[in-house]
């Protein structure tokens, strides 16, 4: 593994969310990173290392801090919550997208994108086939290392919002245990940015997919 320069920079998207918050902890306690960079609709917490811009991602406009050495991507939502396909899609793909177009442009040459199990452009299901144009979309863009993780459900403890489908599939994996086989099985966030951590600070180039499997391996200590 490669060691970051002193002035290394992450930009963290979705800083607020389960997955994203973890990475925002792991990157201001880690000493390798010199400043996190953490755009988002409200102001957060600050600290000595954190500059939280605050922004509209329905009109990202470049900027000086886009110009960072890597980026970790946990931005995301669900149909329910956005309210329609169109706006879930707006979120999911676009603004992703939108974003790595801005950091690409200002010199980033890394991308860690916290994806899902099944995405797959082509998919009928349209959840995966938005996080599969997602990975489509970045794929194109020819970072210099792009690394897609790819969990399974996701726990995480109480989100702020009640979000039925994950509760049931999290009670259906708690009861049946390891009848799930490990590629289905429910995968928890703090895996999910443990090794989104780890990517940002590898000296890996090209593209590397981390799947569901993977990560239940790492969140178990197992190599």
Request: aromatic residues 8%.
């Amino acid at each position: 593994m490669q060691t970051p320069a002193p002035n290394f920079t992450l930009l963290i998207l979705g800083a607020t969310g389960l997955v994203g918050s973890q990475s925002l902890k792991l990157a201001l306690c880690d000493s390798r990173i010199s400043r996190v960079i953490a755009p988002t609709r409200r102001p957060i917490a600050t600290h000595p290392k954190l500059f939280n811009p605050v922004v509209d991602f329905e009109h990202l406009t470049a900027a000086d801090w886009w110009a960072v050495d890597t980026a970790v991507c946990a931005l995301g939502t669900t149909i329910n919550l956005a309210g329609s396909k169109k706006a879930f899609r707006k979120v999911d793909a676009g603004y992703v997208l939108t974003s790595a177009r801005l950091l690409r442009d200002a010199g980033c040459a890394r991308f860690v994108l916290n994806s899902s199990l099944g995405a797959d452009e082509r998919s009928r299901n349209f959840y995966l086939k938005v996080k599969g144009q997602a990975e489509a979309g970045l794929m194109s863009m020819n970072f210099e290392a792009l690394t897609l993780v790819r969990p399974s459900l996701l726990d995480g403890g109480p989100r702020p919002e009640r979000r039925y489908g994950e509760e049931i599939g999290l009670w259906l994996a708690r009861h049946l245990g390891r009848l799930i086989p490990a590629k289905y099985r429910p995968v928890q966030t703090s895996a999910v940015a443990a090794v989104m951590h780890e990517a940002v600070l590898s000296d890996r180039q090209g593209l590397y997919l981390i799947e569901s499997d993977e990560l239940q391996h790492y969140s178990t200590g197992k190599s």
